[in-house]
């Protein structure tokens, strides 16, 4: 795609702050819409423009890029009719959420009906990720749809396609599973050599050298749950929302995910005693018992 094009950006949060502003510094004529005030402020100063509305953003785009919470919202934002007055045939939609794959599915093939391609093309790697254009994302949808958009992911992170519509939203919600239950599990770690009276910093350095070490031990560990700043930028409602997609789709193609569901069990007890406000990291916080400090 050309970079005089307009981009639509709608969804700024914790996720879609950095990547507009990547977009951003890459040149991209770049149109973003936040129901937040503050997150529509923060694009202006960082030299993007701000739309009235969706429809607005999308009205002036030819691809149109959502970081939005969950698929609820997704659905809510493409099914507003507003919105779906301004689609013209042509137009890429790029769900970089982390969305159900199969509301993808449907939502994909609805879209098709107005001449609309939707790709799913949500991410890994978190605010820090976002903020270094490092971040994983998995494709899915037809090849040739995003070829013609690579250029534009480019600064974001690496893109590989997995499959077609909705095979990136499956992938994510898988890793998501897995992000989930080990990092459960190495709050339970920490926990437990909290209680022998281990000192972190010399165990965790050696733990992260030996076969027990994963992405939570090597970086959640160190940057957010030793120092207990319980502060990633990943809300603990979103990872729930991941972990119960995975279930819920191993469980609609006969998948076994017995480990996962307990997991889930687990992950729901600590946001429903947490609150809506907890970070992914205060899993740890509640694992050590310590939720009432
Ligand atoms: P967030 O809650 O910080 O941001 C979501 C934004 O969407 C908010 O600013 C909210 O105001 C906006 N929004 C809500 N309803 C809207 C609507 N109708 N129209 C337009 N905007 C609307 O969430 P986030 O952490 O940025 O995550 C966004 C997505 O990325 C989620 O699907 C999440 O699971 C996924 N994700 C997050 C991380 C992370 O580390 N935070 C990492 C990978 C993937």
Redesign the pocket.
């Known amino acids: 795609m050309s970079r005089s094009q307009p981009v639509a950006f709608?969804?700024?949060?914790?996720?879609?702050?950095p990547m507009s502003g990547r977009l951003l510094a890459a040149g991209l004529d770049l149109i973003g819409?936040?129901?937040?005030e503050p997150?529509r402020t923060a694009l202006l100063s960082a030299g993007g423009r701000t739309a009235e509305s969706?429809a607005a953003a999308v009205a002036e785009s030819a691809v149109v890029i959502?970081?939005?919470?969950?698929s609820a919202?997704v659905e809510?934002?493409l099914g507003?009719p507003a919105v779906t007055a301004a689609l013209r045939p042509g137009m890429t939609i790029v769900d970089?959420?982390?969305?159900d794959p199969l509301s993808t599915r449907r939502l994909a093939e609805t879209m098709t009906e107005h001449g609309v391609t939707l790709l799913d093309a949500?991410?890994?790697?978190?605010?820090s990720?976002?903020q270094a254009g490092t971040?994983a994302i998995m494709c899915g949808g037809p090849p040739a749809a995003l070829s013609a958009i690579a250029d534009l992911l480019t600064p974001l992170g690496t893109a590989t396609r997995v499959g077609d519509s909705g095979a990136g939203h499956a992938l994510?919600a898988i890793n998501?599973l897995l992000a989930g239950v080990h990092l459960l599990a190495a709050a339970e770690a920490f926990s437990a050599a909290e209680h022998f009276g281990l000192d972190p910093e010399l165990w965790l350095p050696v733990l992260n050298s030996a076969s027990g070490r994963s992405a939570a031990t090597e970086q959640k560990l160190p940057r957010f749950i030793v120092p207990k700043t319980y502060d990633?930028?990943?809300?603990m409602s979103?990872?729930l929302?991941?972990m119960r997609i995975a279930t819920g789709l191993a469980a609609a193609v006969g998948g076994s995910a017995a480990l996962g569901e307990q997991a889930v069990e687990l992950w729901s007890r600590a946001a429903a005693q947490l609150g809506p406000d907890a970070d992914?990291t205060d899993i740890a916080r509640w694992v050590l018992g310590s939720s009432a400090e």
């Open positions: 709608i969804g700024l949060g914790n996720m879609g702050r819409f936040d129901p937040a997150a969706a959502l970081m939005l919470p969950s919202v809510a934002v507003d970089m959420s982390s969305s949500p991410v890994s790697g978190g605010v990720g976002a971040l994510k998501n990633s930028g990943f809300a979103l990872m929302k991941d992914q």
